[in-house]
Every structure is written in C-alpha cells, then in structure tokens.
C-alpha cells in the first residue's frame, strides 16, 4: 500500500486540497500556481499535511484518547471544557513526530532555506484546519499562528504546538456550533518564508465594504509591524478605500483615507525566536500614512486579480478576506493569506434598516462595525476570566476581545471596545454573529464603569455612537427585489457620505441630490477662508485648533480638497455609473459663521434666509477662494478619481448673469460644462428660475427643483417660522403651477427636470402630481423609497 505523503509544497496543492492541507495552505497553493504570473507576490512554503497529523495521533495511541474526552464532556459549558481540552492539548504536543514525518520536514525547510539563499531561514507556522477558510466558516484564528520560527529543532515543536492547537477551547466550541463533527476535522500545518513586516507594516484587505457589503471597493486597513496588532483589535488601523470600477479603468481611485492612531507596534524582541514586544510608535510615523499610493494601488490590483480567480473557480462573485505584508528589509510587498469573506457573501434577501426613535447622551464614539442597534444593560469584562457575568441580552464593553472570548460573545446584544478596527477580531466575530460593535473608542471600560444601560448605534454611518440609557430604534426591511418598477425614475437624497456604500445598493436612478455642506460641517469642520488666511482670525485659540486640524495634510488647502473629495467620492462610487448631483456649498452666512473660524469672515446679516448665500458666493472676491477649493475637490473626484457619473448643481442662483458669472468661475477652475462629459444643473428654487426658465436652459443641462424654498419664496412664507407654519404647504396651487410651467418651459429645450425636495418624500401621493406633469426624476429620502415607488406604481385612478 502506498504510504500517503506528509509534506506538499504549495506548488503542488491548490484549492481541491482541503482535505489533505486545509483551507489556508490550499488557498497559498492555488495563489501560487494561479497569480503569480500576474504579478502577485506570495511568499512560498509546503504544507505538513492532515495525514501526518492523523499518523502523529495514531502512533501515539492518541485517537481514542483525545476524541472519547471530548465526547465525555460538555463542550458548551466552558468550566468543564477548559481542563479536558488543556489536557487534550499536552498529549499531542509533547511526543515527538514519528520519524517520516520529521525527515519530510527538516528536508523541505533544508530546501527552502535554499531557495531563499539562507542557511536557516525564519518562517511563519501557521494552522490550516480541513474546515477552515470555507465560504461558509471561516474559523479565523481558532488555531495558533508562530512566527519568526528558525531552526529545526524549533520548527518541530511549532508544528506540534499548531497540531495541539486544533483542540483550544474556542476551535472546539466553533467546530460544535456549527455542525462539525470533532473527530471530521484534521489539522495540517503551513511553513511559509517570513516577511518581514516588524520592520515596516502588515494588515488585512477585504474586496468589499465590511459594514454595507458593498461590493465595488477594496477596503485596506494596516498598521506597523507584526499584523497580529491590526487582527486582534491592539490598535486603531488606518482604512483605505479603492473604487474598483474606476481602478480597472485605470485611474488612481483611492476614494478615501482614513488615519488611525497606530499607538503601538509588534516587532521581533530578539533576533532568530519567535519572542516579540510592544513599542511605541513616533508621533510622526502615527500622522502619515502606512503606505503610499502607488503601494496602496498595487494592493487593490492584486486583490482584485485573487477575487477574479475565486469567482471564475467557484462560478459565482466571491469576495476575498485578504492578509498583506510589507518588507521592510526589501520595501517589497506580499500576499500571506486569502480566504473568501463569510458573513456578506452568504447575506441574501431583505436589507435591514435600522433608525433611532429617540435622543439620548452620547457616552462614546468610535468605528462601527455593520448597521444594526443593540440596547441592554452594561457588563465590562477586562479579560476573559470575568466573561461568566456576561448574561444574555446584555453590552460586552472590553478592551478587546480575542479568540478565546467566542464561546460566551454569542450572548451579547451588542460589543464596545477600547482598541481595534473594522478588521480585528471583535469585528469579525460582531458581523458573523450578527450584532452591532463599535470598536476604537479609546475609553469605553473607563466610561462605562457606573453605566446601568447603553444603546449601541451602527445605523448612523461608519462613526458608532454609544448612547447612555435604552434609546427606542426600529428595524424595517426593505427588499430591493420586491420594489414595484416606477414610471418616473426615483434617485436619493443624500446627506451622509458614511451611508452611501449601504444607499447604493438600492434599486435606484442615482443620487438627485448630494449637499457639500453636510461634508464641510461633518468631516471638514472649518470655514475654508479660515483655512486658507489663518492670519485674519483674530483668536489665537482658534488658530491653534485650526493647526492642529491641519496637522495630518501637506496644507491647509490639501486639507479642505481631500476632505471634501472624499466624501463626494464615496457617494459617487456608491452609485457608479448611475448619475450623482452634488449642490455646490448652501451654507447661510449664519451657518458659515458656526464653522471653525468663520466668524472672521462673515457679514451679520438679518435675514440669512435671503441673503448672501449659495451662486453670489462663488465669484465674489471675500469667498471666490473658498469656492476655488470645491472646484478642485471635485474636479480631483472626475479626473484623477475617474467618478464621472458625478454633475455639478448650482443652488440659489437669482439671475440669468449670476448664472454665468458662476459658470466661468468654474471652468477657471477646471470645471468647464460640457468637458469631460460634466454636466451642470441649476437648483429651481427661486420665483425667477421658473419666469426665466427658456434663459436659464440655454445655460444649464437641466433643473432641479427645491421645493422648501420655491414654496417660501412662492408663497412668501419664512419656512423657519412657527407662527406662519399652519400656511406652508407645498400642495398649495401657485406651488404646483411653478412647478408644472418649469418642466413644460424646460422641456421644450430638451433640459430635464428632476425634484430633490422634501415634499414627495412627507407626502408620498405629491410624486403622483409630479409624475402627472412629466417630471424626469424625483429625489426622496431612502426611508420614503418604499412608500413612493407604491404610490407611482399603483393605477391613476385607485
């Protein structure tokens, strides 16, 4: 009989290996054999396989022994399981390898030692389960990693203590819970050459948006160091995200950058072991990113080539969970891992949308990780000792949580940490669960000591809030594919970058209109002319705050257009290639004066409403500085980014010449209609845009009606007022005839004509009046979508 093979280099194994390596050497296998000639760098290695594991138990007597104490106990309950399963552990890794099986070894590390122009070279040891790595289970870090392991003797034991590992007290719970016999699973262990990220930077990709699903981006996060840091939730990470429509297009599509804290690092603590220590990182290192552009361009690529081959394997879109590596004694860049993502690819059906009901003290703020709400009381556990108190229903608040916490978070409604981002292991673990987390708040155990009851908030874009007390939220599905087909095309209202990866999977025309202010006083915070003439601000305070905004970007300037750029990004690739009009800024003078610094540099005026606001803006000499930064960030959106599915919108534009002084002021600037395919659209929200509308065609590609202030301004009616609110109605007939004489007047000069109001999406039946008068698009918010398109999509006369 022909004795089975303990040792396979990843060469000869690819993805229909499983049962022989496990699902991590099998995907090394297959990434080697497939993606290499594209480029992708992947260190190499072999494969100890699950024979050699079975043959260690065997020869050992070590079958019965181990799988008859497991059935013996109670695996659920953790008390009884923790001294079985240490046991378990002691008997595998104490004896040595049967002999075959430590020759293979030594002769192919010998090997690859060789292969790499070394002696002796330092490897990662890394477990690779027969049911790991699947697109249902991905039993993430369940078994144990050992890096920098040099030298045969201490190669061996790795291998042992990783086959040992199979038995922890969280890879058994995993297993049990989701139907996997014990005695089914077999362990093989991956040796693979070492990057040498302790002395650059590491972390994980993922070929969709981890909190929507979205599946048109790359998002990377990473820090410095060992990537264990960004995998076990010890540090903030920086987040990328690259829009992979456009990147194929070939435009350097980096939507958005994020910084994180980077506090610490993993590094070696002495040369040739696998013992590692905690460093610092410089205040400059934390301010920059980890990597530059062109590194983080040539990621996404690699990701998207590693997402095309699984899909074309499997025969269906698999999104990939991605580990990455940089050298830092070469500068080179590696792929160490790839599995397929488990928690989005598996989502099917109704999409969830979750909304606070209520008000409440924001206690904490962080990175939240999917959309959901959770409410229950408080239980702060340091470690994974004080887990028992946690009882079902309540809020785990922790400084992390690692593998060993699984058996007992399935109980919690919700999880806070202290550390961590999008990709640590809180977060994997909240999303396969299903239960919201905000990770990265920096001081939830502290805040949270004498906190009776929380409510976790994800529902509110990537920013989760904690909330003190039991704040009222609501779920409602809403199922894309049960959506009556419309006859006027329906696009969203949209305010929040941060919801527009979720937004975008809906079934809709596009964004009818976008707010730059949202993104100005959300994400920017400060007045532009503050930014760019710090010299004019008359307090020393804010000046200091401005500089310490600033501190991250080349400039202030820089500041302001990436900012913006990446917010209109975000919103752009979410609907892309459907059409997304962005309103130039509408602050009021009043508004503009509440931003950092605005107070220098703007007039007191008594009526804002009316006053120097919107189009008069943008060429007048004290703000055509201010506006020259909008132009450049949204021009950074069309050209560099590639996003030109993004129109431009004018708002509160009062006359025709107005309308052309702005027009010039933004080819200036780079932003010249008709270039590129731009198209500009003119807001109709004044009397004299409706009177003049044949004047104004000739200058816009199409309108878009505001109707909050066409009613005010129609009906002369402060729309702030309480006193006059009982007359305020956007069904009044003058309203409704403004409406109907721009669209017929724009019609005959071939200009569309779309409503972002709020009228249609407060009274769903006024979208029957639009559709009556041939309006081409309606704009409504995303919770008014299922409401309006039933109303257009019944009969007239029902």
């Known amino acids: 009989m022909k004795s089975l093979p303990y040792i396979l280099p990843f060469q000869d194994v690819n993805l229909a290996s499983i049962p022989e390596v496990g699902g991590k050497n099998a995907s090394l296998g297959e990434l080697i054999r497939n993606l290499r000639q594209s480029g992708v760098l992947i260190p190499d290695g072999f494969a100890v396989t699950a024979a050699a594991f079975r043959q260690h138990l065997k020869e050992n007597n070590l079958e019965s022994e181990v799988y008859g104490a497991l059935e013996a106990v109670n695996i659920l309950d953790p008390d009884a399981l923790a001294p079985v399963a240490f046991a ?15 020759q293979g070894i030594c002769e192919a590390y010998l090997a690859l030692s060789r292969q790499y122009g070394e002696a002796e070279s330092d490897v990662a040891v890394r477990s ?56 089914d699973v077999a362990l093989s262990v991956g040796i693979q050459k070492m990057v040498r990220s302790d002395l650059a930077a590491a972390g994980v990709i993922f070929t969709l948006d981890t909190e929507s699903g979205f599946r048109d981006v790359v998002m990377i996060t990473g820090s410095y160091g060992l990537g264990e840091m960004v995998v076990q939730g010890q540090v903030n990470p920086d987040e990328f995200w690259v829009h ?37 990182v410089p205040v400059e290192d934390r301010q920059r990113p980890i990597l530059t552009d062109d590194e983080l361009l040539t990621l996404a690529r690699w990701s998207v080539a590693i997402e095309k081959h699984y899909s074309e394997r499997a025969g269906a879109l698999t999104p990939m969970d991605i580990e990455w590596a940089k050298d830092g004694a070469t500068g080179q860049l590696f792929i160490v891992q790839a599995r397929p993502e488990t928690v989005h690819a598996q989502a099917k059906g109704p999409l969830s949308v979750y909304r606070l009901r ?6 904490l703020r962080g990175k939240s990780v999917g959309s959901q709400i959770g409410a229950g009381k408080v239980c702060v556990a340091h470690d994974v000792t004080e887990l028992r108190k946690l009882r079902p229903g309540e809020i785990l608040v922790a400084p992390m949580t690692d593998p060993d916490w699984e058996p007992v978070l399935q109980r919690a409604a919700a999880v806070v940490t202290d550390h961590g981002g999008r990709t640590c292991h809180a977060a994997i673990v909240a999303r396969e669960l299903g239960i919201p987390c905000v990770v990265g708040t920096g001081t939830a155990t502290e805040v949270a000591i004498g906190v009776q009851e929380m409510t976790v908030c994800c529902a509110e874009g990537d920013e989760g809030k904690v909330y003190e007390g039991l704040i009222p939220f609501s779920r409602e599905e809403v199922d894309p594919k049960r959506l009556p087909p419309t006859s006027v095309p329906l696009m969203l209202n949209i305010s929040k970058p941060e919801q527009a990866f979720f937004l975008g999977q809906l079934p809709t025309a596009g964004v009818g209109l976008a707010r730059i202010e949202f993104i100005i006083s959300g994400w920017i915070g400060a007045h532009p002319m503050a ?15 401005l500089l310490d905004l600033t501190r991250t970007s080349r400039s202030p300037a820089e500041y302001f257009i990436g900012k913006l750029a990446s917010g209109v990004a975000q919103i752009a690739a979410a609907f892309y290639p459907r059409p997304v009009i962005v309103r130039l800024s509408d602050f009021k003078t009043n508004e503009y004066a509440g931003l950092l610094g605005g107070k220098d540099f703007e007039p007191i005026e008594d009526n804002p409403m009316l006053g120097w606001r919107g189009a008069s803006r943008y060429y007048h000499p004290n703000y055509r500085e201010g506006f020259a930064l909008e132009c450049a960030a949204l021009r950074r959106v069309r050209d560099e ?3 030109r599915n993004l129109k431009v919108m004018v708002p509160f534009c009062r006359t025709v010449d107005e309308a052309r002084k702005v027009l010039d002021e933004m080819a200036t600037h780079g932003l010249r209609r008709g270039e590129n395919g731009l198209e500009v659209y003119v807001m109709c929200e004044i009397p004299s845009n409706v009177i003049l509308a044949e004047a104004f065609s000739e200058l816009f590609d199409g309108f878009s009606i505001g109707s909050n202030d066409l009613t005010q301004l129609v009906l002369g009616i402060d729309r702030d007022s309480e006193i006059l609110g009982p007359l305020w109605d956007e069904q009044n007939p003058a309203v ?3 409406i109907t004489s721009v669209v017929h007047k724009a019609h005959l000069y071939g200009r569309k004509v779309g409503l972002c109001g709020q009228a249609p999406s407060d009274h769903p039946e006024f979208a029957r009046f639009l559709a009556g008068v041939g309006i081409d698009s309606i704009s409504i918010t995303s919770d008014a979508l299922p409401k309006v398109a039933e109303v257009l999509a019944r009969p007239s006369n029902s």
């Open 244 to 280: 992979k429509s456009t990147l194929a297009e070939g435009y350097r599509s980096i939507i958005r950058r994020e910084l994180g804290s980077k506090e610490t690092k993993l590094v070696y603590a002495t040369a040739g072991t696998s013992l590692v220590k905690e460093l610092r």
């Open 531 to 545: 930014l760019l003439h710090p010299e004019l601000i008359k307090s020393s305070a804010v000046r200091s705050q």
């Open 358 to 363: 209520g008000k409440g003290k924001v206690l």
């Open 736 to 738: 409704e005839q403004m």
């Open 128 to 183: 690779s389960a027969t049911a790991e790595d699947l697109p249902t289970a991905s039993f993430a870090g369940q078994q144990e990693t050992y890096l920098n392991v040099r030298g045969r003797v201490r190669l061996l034991q790795a291998v042992r203590d990783c086959m040992a590992s199979l038995f922890t007290d969280r890879a058994i719970v995993y297993r049990a819970e989701r139907g996997f016999a014990q005695r």
């Open 88 to 102: 378990v552990r002691e008997k595998i890794r104490s004896p040595p390898l049967p002999t075959a099986i430590e």
């Open 641 to 643: 980014m590639g996003l």
